[in-house]
Nanobody, 118 residues
Framework: QVELVESGGDLVQPGGSLRLSCVAS????????MSWYRQAPGKERELVAT??????????SVADSVKGRFTISRDNRKNTVTLQMNSLKIEDTAVYYC?????????WGQGTQVTVSS
């Protein structure tokens, strides 16, 4: 059974940093694309960052809104995908979700709250 467990969300001041982690289980982690999404109150869920499988070289992409501030990475030995978030802005406030795309089906974690506020 696929399980994704996020951690690392917190309250942080503008300009601060957070590191989100997602531990995956129930599938061969290294073989699949992993992503981070976020959903702010009253808004649709949006893609933040994606990292390809190990076989595809772990290629990364991030949304324009976070480019230069957020970095996605993965550790295939620990079945973990990480989102390093720097220079946080108030508009980054959202619930952040880890997601795996497995053979056409998308799986989600329970989410972790990130609040950026002074």
């Amino acid at each position: 059974q696929v399980e994704l467990v996020e951690s690392g969300g917190d309250l942080v001041q503008p300009g601060g940093s957070l590191r989100l982690s997602c531990v995956a289980s129930g599938f061969i982690f290294s073989r699949f694309v992993m992503s981070w999404y976020r959903q702010a109150p009253g808004k649709e869920r949006e893609l933040v960052a994606t990292i390809s499988s190990a076989a595809s070289g772990g290629m990364t992409s991030v949304a324009d809104s976070v480019k230069g501030r957020f970095t996605i990475s993965r550790d295939n030995r620990k079945n973990t995908v990480t989102l390093q978030m720097n220079s946080l802005k108030i508009e980054d406030t959202a619930v952040y979700y880890c997601s795996a795309l497995l053979s056409g089906a998308r799986y989600w974690g329970q989410g972790t709250q990130v609040t950026v506020s002074s």
